[in-house]
């Protein structure tokens, strides 16, 4: 990014809608809330391909860097009539560069800085086009390793991400494209301040391999895939009841098949259908010595949806769609979504949604099995929201979008205390409105902003599996009511670029295990900036500082402190 961050969670932070917070260094365990839903309840994919979403259903987004990717496609909201299990909150896609419409380049970085902070990320696009011919092979490649020391005891992290895709264009209406992904990380796991662990450790493994084909006909297109994905975890705790020590891996098979069709200038519609299994495994190992049991089981699924997308009046169209999804281990589940945009001027755009989504219980829910022995639920989602978007191109008035939303949350799962078995019990709400703005008032400055007023309120009273007791009116934890992103960037001379950025967070919550009551965290103010200077068309240098001011109030949680000031620096070169 033009600030310099080369992690999922940092990319995202100015997101409208979006918090993330890291744990204990760049690219550490982090967390996410999409529109004040959980981590577990949004779906992270690799150009379409669900990768493995972890024995909580929790994707690990600090595994994955961002150099080399396209985009990062954000998808805020119900989206499960589509993208299937766990979109309760919204999507997120890792977009590769096409290799078959980019020039043959590449580019490479070196950063170090505070804290032990050194990386290495290598990007290439290779394809045999030339200036009389397009491109029908093309291979796209990157390569990223890091080390950081932590700012904490216990909490050095090492890390290596390695993204693929190549695609051969078979005939002029059929494309054959490979995906593939693989990453490798070993992290020190440093506990909360007020319970710091020195010995805890999780090391994490994984990769994604994906061949495809897409065919192009008059007014159709037809996409079929599989995917394989396997993701390993090893784990060493230690708790008042014992060292827990497992690896747990998760081997995931997708296959895929949908078609678009556009019927005539007004009309279109589609249809897709997808299967999934995914295979469980625990295994104890030798420094365990806690009362944990191995464990092993297989979910399969079965999906298929239609959608119509239908352009009424010049101004005005609707898409209606519905899913059906069925499990061999819990109950089915339909899904519809209804979606309506009106242009009321070439530049201003109307549009209201209403959609369910829904998340599949969690391997690590099952473990120990159901309250009753009753089949579980998915948690569902019934959301709505209502927005406007303006897009002038080529204008100095910049790009804004506003929306209005809420989650109604039904179903939720967690598990009795006292045995460990899952139920559905809890019941929450989530609503809030997101404001993001970015434009060029002269060509030499960049604006942005987001800001997310965001209300949450647990509807059912429970008891968490952690011994959490839960009132119905309280609100949910850790997520800010306000989370406010604004900076700028100026340009000068052609070669010089410098920025600086704040985030705002206010009104969080979060509950003492040491005195078991909830608390207030305390406001905070994250300020960065980054200068850059371009030395020729191939070579560029760029420092980032973070926070500027030493806030120390935590990021997320109550225990874990924020990063504190820290400079790096960046060497990227380009061929």
């Not at 979403?53 to 600090?62: K, R, S």
């Not at 952690?466 to 997520?479: C, D, Y």
């Not at 760029?542 to 402190?561: F, H, I, M, Q």
Request: aromatic fraction near 12%.
């Amino acid at each position: 990014t033009a600030e310099g961050l080369g992690t999922l969670g940092g990319v995202l932070q100015s997101t409208p809608g979006i918090y993330t917070a890291p744990t204990s260094g760049e690219g550490s365990q982090t967390s996410l809330f999409i529109r004040g839903t959980n981590s577990s309840q949004s779906a992270l994919l690799l150009d379409g391909r669900k990768l493995p979403q972890g024995f909580l259903n929790t994707y690990e987004i600090e595994r994955y860097r961002t150099f080399g990717l396209s985009s990062a496609e954000v998808l805020r909201g119900a989206s499960s009539v589509l993208y299937g299990a766990n979109a309760i909150g919204g999507v997120i896609d890792l977009r590769l560069a096409n290799p078959l419409c980019e020039t043959s380049q590449g580019e490479y970085a070196i950063t170090g800085g505070s804290y032990g902070r050194g990386s290495f990320a290598f990007h290439t696009v290779n394809n045999n086009g030339n200036e009389t011919k397009p491109a029908t092979q093309g291979t796209a490649f990157s390569f990223t390793s890091s080390h950081e020391d932590g700012w904490r005891p216990n909490s050095s992290l090492d890390a290596s991400t390695a993204l693929l895709k190549s695609e051969w264009q078979i005939s002029p209406s059929l494309t054959v494209n490979l995906i593939g992904s693989a990453d490798n990380s070993e992290a020190r796991l440093p506990g909360a301040e007020t319970n710091p662990k020195y010995n805890d450790f999780q090391n994490n493994q994984g990769w994604l391999i994906s061949p495809g084909l897409t065919y192009y006909g008059d007014n159709l297109r037809a996409t079929a895939f599989w995917s394989h994905a396997l993701s390993e975890l090893e784990s060493y705790n230690e708790f008042s009841f014992g060292n827990v020590h497992q690896n747990y891996q998760l081997r995931h098979d997708e296959i895929t098949a949908f078609i678009d069709q556009r019927l005539n200038q007004e009309l279109s519609w589609g249809l897709g259908t997808s299967y999934e299994c995914s295979h469980y495994q625990i295994k104890v190992l030798n420094l365990d010595t806690a009362s944990s049991s191995p464990w092993d089981g297989t979910h399969e699924s079965l999906g298929v949806w239609t959608y119509a997308d239908w352009k009424a009046t010049a101004y005005d169209r609707v898409k209606f769609a519905i899913r059906r999804d069925e499990f061999t281990d819990f109950k089915g589940k339909t899904t519809e979504e209804v979606t309506y945009a009106r242009k009321l001027k070439s530049e201003l755009t109307l549009h209201a949604k209403l959609a369910t989504a829904y998340r599949t219980p969690a391997a690590g829910e099952l473990l120990y099995g159901t309250v009753g022995g009753l089949p579980l639920r998915p948690e569902s989602n019934t959301a709505i929201e209502i927005g406007l978007r303006y897009h002038e191109a080529k204008s100095p008035i910049p790009d804004w979008t506003l929306v209005a939303f809420q989650n109604q949350l039904t179903d939720l799962i967690d598990v009795d205390p006292s045995t460990w078995e899952a139920y559905n019990i809890a019941k929450a709400r989530t609503r809030g409105i997101e404001y993001g703005i970015e434009g060029r008032p002269v060509n030499s400055l960049r604006c942005f902003g987001s800001i997310t007023y965001l209300e949450t309120e647990a509807l059912s009273t429970y008891t968490t599996g952690n011994g959490m007791k839960v009132e119905a009116g309280q609100s949910l934890l850790a997520r800010p009511r306000l989370n406010l992103n604004v900076g700028f960037e100026m340009t000068w001379e052609k070669n010089w670029a410098w920025g600086v950025s704040a985030n705002v967070l206010q009104g969080r919550v979060d509950y003492d295990y040491n005195s078991s009551v909830r608390v207030d965290l305390p406001d905070a103010t994250f300020i960065r900036s980054w200068i850059r200077y371009q030395l020729s068309p191939s070579y560029e240098l760029a420092l980032r500082l973070e926070n500027l001011t030493g806030e120390s109030a935590p990021p997320k949680a109550l225990g874990y402190s924020a990063q504190p000031r820290s400079a790096y620096f960046t060497f990227t070169g380009r061929f």
